[in-house]
């Protein structure tokens, strides 16, 4: 029994990393936002809601800024954002240096930010996905590493595109 139970414990403390999640959406999921924020707590981690917290209608880049510049100033590792589509959020988060924002869908578009792109936002449309299929996408998003190897120069070149005007990003292709 005491094997399972370190088993059961190593398992949980190598896939999740128990650190704070920074979130925030727009008035098109915010209830979404709510049911994910439950669930985070309920898998142990601490969250930080930036908003919104009411339908009334807002400007989703201003909460995109909120969840993106607190990653890319390094005050929390991993965050998520909400919209209608997950579109918008998307679009206004990747402008900040160091945010690589997903916008997900499915439990495989899910793991391959994870694997491939080191995703450190996940966004979600509460439009466009049900409460449960964002459950699981929010589970694998937090279980699954960086695959590194190959793709960390993908990672690199991105980085490039911020800090050195995409010079390592362009010189390889003719
Ligand atoms: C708001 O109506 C909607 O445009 C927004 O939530 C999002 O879907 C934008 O991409």
Redesign the pocket.
Known sequence: MWGSILYIKMVVSLSVEKSTIVIAS?H?AFELKAKLIARLEKLGFETVDMGTHSAESVD?PDYATKVARAVSEKKYKRGILL???G???SIAANKWPGVRAAPVYDNYTARMSRMHNNSNVLVL?GRTTGEETAYDILETWLNTPFEGGRHNKRIQKISDIETKNGDSASKEVK
């Open positions: 727009d098109g989703y919209c209608g589509t579109i918008g959020m449309g």
